[in-house]
């Protein structure tokens, strides 16, 4: 029976590999948006198609489009011209594009998944962040060579330089450490590029996960963060008033090296689900962050964003919520007066490129661009650059839509990506009630979940069919017709795995440690999972049954770890958390061994 399941499994992770190459390429899918130095010329970086396409800002067209050697995630334009692009995962690249012949010329190696690329004012140094190596690499551009490595906090996706180069401006996109403590939060990383050192992480407010986009002020004051404000400490019993999820807007002084406030980018009654990119004009007049749930643009005055924070920072009440600072992050009203939501045309906006009055948007799933005149004297309006024919769409690439989509949800709070961003985990503990009330669980990762199981950490839904139709019902508090559901069945069935950074000797002498530890009885290959449930001595008083065994794919991405995320790292799990040996026999191991063990279990 035992070979026969290894048999299924294996077939299974070939198919749903396969599966999520080909919908990835079936999509332009623009991800990254940059302005060319004459402001001319709008660059979009289409991470399906993988291609550059170059739009001129005058006709609304599309001009040229240039072949990429892997898929890009972010860019950096050059005075000379020349475009910077990040790409691919492991090796990751830049790929160094001169738009006027139309053609990639050169690269430059790059970490893993490499992303959101900064240039030196001077032009000969350009910051990449590797979302997966937890670093960043400086690139010397004329050598082509690494000058430096500097670690930051977790998964940095977004970045900003200041106009004087001395500080990197990083955001992490998830939090760090163990959730199941008093505070969990995601940080800002400033970097010191003279140094090449980070010389403050900058925690925000508790719950603060699914960092997405940072940009700063012309002068480089303050900065300014889009993420996912979880209200995890509350049970999941209802979504009015943000009772979940609120969507958040975090301002930094970033000379005085500290937070200054987070503001709700939410109305009272109407969520604005998954802020994404974020953009300040040139002036410094305006503040624009991209929605990616509820496909719109908040365009905030930032002079008046300010002096409210002034204000209420010098003890002035400034609504009927924020009597003082603190209070601020709670309030659903502080941005009244001061900020237009336009909705947009198309579907799931990410980056976004201020050019004049004009700000455009990579509208996802759609495959165009948004386009919204800020123009004083008008009111915002809205309108689509299309990037390319229109594609009908897949079932998968349907589903990947909604689990993104916060318009599935009473009063569009949250999507399933607000928990589970790219289906995977936002590293926070939530209060679920399908096992009770009391008892939060780390969040686990949807990748494989229709392939193992049951689902849920405790086994409570049979299948990830039923927890897909439960969460719908019961976290989003909607009714949709059933084909939505078997769409974002086949959405989460296609997600392919990402190669793990954890790869070398040490991991490989692990596999011998992981099978005379016993770990491969219940973790087998190629899995990592036996579908059998344990008692591997972690449950609390709330936790009534054995825990289920999880898939060790990507477990490397899923820290913090077991049921309710007390363990920061895998060496934890095998030492702090196993003293009993219940959890493989672990306690005779050496100090080496245990290295060696953790590694081949972060390897998969």
């Given at each position: ?348 906006p990410r980056g976004l490129a201020i050019a004049g009055p004009l700000v455009f948007a990579a509208q996802y799933f759609t495959n165009d661009l948004g386009v ?140 011998a440690v992981f099978e005379q530890a016993g770990c491969a009885q219940c973790h087998p290959e190629p899995m990592g999972t036996d579908l059998q449930p344990y ?70």
């Amino acid at each position: 029976m035992r070979q026969d399941r290894k048999k299924i499994v294996a077939l299974a992770v070939v198919a749903f590999v396969c599966v999520g190459i080909a919908n990835a390429q079936e999509y332009l899918s623009p991800v990254a948006l940059a302005v060319s130095p004459g402001g001319d010329i709008v660059y979009v970086a289409e991470s399906g198609a993988r291609k550059l396409a170059m739009v001129d800002i005058a006709t609304r067209s599309v001009t040229k489009e240039i072949a990429l050697s892997a898929a890009p995630s972010g860019m950096a334009v050059a005075p000379d011209g020349r475009v910077f692009v990040t790409g691919g995962e492991t090796p990751g690249l830049v790929m160094i594009v001169d738009p006027k012949p139309g053609a990639e010329t050169s690269t430059m190696s790059a970490g893993h998944t490499p992303m959101a690329p900064q240039l030196a004012p001077d032009g000969r140094t350009l910051y990449v962040c590797n979302r997966f190596n937890n670093d960043v690499s400086v690139l010397d551009v004329e050598s082509k060579a690494e000058a430096a490595r500097i670690p930051v906090v977790r998964e940095p996706v977004a970045s900003a330089l200041t106009p004087d180069g001395k500080t990197l401006v990083v955001a992490n996109h998830l939090p760090d450490g163990p959730s199941s403590g008093d505070y969990t939060a995601a940080a800002i990383s400033l970097i010191d590029t003279e140094s090449k050192q980070v010389v403050k992480n900058i925690v925000l407010p508790n719950g603060s996960s699914s960092v997405r986009g940072v940009c700063l002020s012309p002068d480089g004051k303050f900065a300014y963060a889009t993420h996912v404000l979880g209200r995890y400490q509350m049970p999941t019993t209802q979504l009015e008033r943000g009772w979940m999820n609120t969507n958040a807007l975090s301002i930094l002084n970033v000379p005085d090296q500290k937070w200054i406030n987070t503001v709700l980018l939410d109305d009272v009654d109407l969520g604005a689900a998954n802020p994404w990119g974020v953009a300040c004009g040139a002036d410094g007049r305006l503040i624009c962050v991209a929605h990616a749930g509820t496909h719109e643009i908040s365009v905030i005055d930032a002079t008046k964003l300010h002096e409210r924070l002034d204000k209420v920072a010098g003890g002035e009440p400034v609504t009927e919520v924020s009597q003082k600072p603190e209070d601020v992050p709670n309030d659903l009203s502080f941005l009244v007066g001061m900020r237009q939501r336009v909705k947009l045309p198309g579907n799931g906006p990410r980056g976004l490129a201020i050019a004049g009055p004009l700000v455009f948007a990579a509208q996802y799933f759609t495959n165009d661009l948004g386009v919204v005149d800020t123009n004083p004297a008008a009111r915002p309006k809205a309108e689509a650059i299309a990037l390319g024919a229109a594609r009908e769409m897949s079932v998968a690439r349907k589903g990947e839509m909604f689990f993104n989509d916060a318009a599935l949800c009473f009063q569009h709070w949250q999507s399933c990506a607000s928990c589970h961003p790219d289906g995977r985990s936002d590293a926070l503990n939530w209060d679920l009630l399908n096992d009770g009330m009391g008892n939060p669980k780390n969040t686990k990762s949807m990748l494989l979940s229709h392939r193992t199981p049951p689902a849920m950490s405790l086994g409570a839904r049979d299948t990830a069919e039923t927890a897909v139709r439960s969460g719908i019902k019961h976290i989003q508090f909607a009714v949709r017709p059933e084909e939505d559901a078997m769409a974002i069945d086949e959405y989460l069935k296609s997600l392919a795995p990402v190669p793990s950074p954890h790869t070398g000797e040490t991991a490989r002498r692990g596999k011998a440690v992981f099978e005379q530890a016993g770990c491969a009885q219940c973790h087998p290959e190629p899995m990592g999972t036996d579908l059998q449930p344990y008692d591997v001595g972690t449950a609390t008083d709330m936790d009534k049954k054995p825990f289920d065994t999880p898939a060790l794919i990507e477990v490397w991405r899923t820290a913090p770890y077991l049921h309710d995320g007390r363990a920061a790292s895998m060496m934890e799990v095998l030492t702090v958390f196993n003293k009993e040996d219940k959890h493989g026999k672990t306690s005779h191991l050496s100090p080496d061994q245990l290295k060696d063990l953790a590694a081949f279990v972060l390897s998969y």
